[in-house]
Nanobody, 126 residues
């Protein structure tokens, strides 16, 4: 079973940008959806953004709308999360998740996804 693999995390100052990458399994059939979730210390895992493969559509948490952009690279089936204007509250471990049977009403719930990466740390601090 191929799991997604994240990369691109790091330590940045407030206001900076980072781009996270997710190498997906390539199971681009059905209701294939790739999402980013994050989990800060002592907090529950929360939805950040999702991208549905067909038809292509994106979804965002209110807290990142306008600052983060989720996109995909067709040939490589890679998914990216461009994060701009980062804030200390964005500090967390970011996880890439994918699923083939994700219905729209569940797209923001971590239980809708069946494969998860190991996570990549993002720290925003002055």
């Amino acid at each position: 079973q191929v799991q997604p693999v994240e990369s691109g995390g790091g330590l940045v100052q407030p206001g900076a940008s980072l781009r996270l990458s997710c190498a997906t399994s390539g199971r681009t059939f059905g209701q294939f959806t790739v999402a980013w979730f994050r989990q800060a210390p002592g907090k529950e895992r929360e939805f950040v953004a999702a991208l549905r493969w067909r038809p292509r559509h994106t979804y965002y948490a209110d807290s990142v709308q306008g600052r983060f952009t989720i996109s995909r690279d067709n040939p490589d089936n890679a998914v990216y999360l461009q994060m701009n204007s980062l804030k200390p509250d964005d500090t967390a471990v970011y996880y890439c998740a994918e699923g083939t049977g994700v219905i729209l009403s569940n797209i923001r719930y971590h239980t809708a996804y069946d494969r998860w990466g190991q996570g990549t740390q993002v720290a925003v601090s002055a």
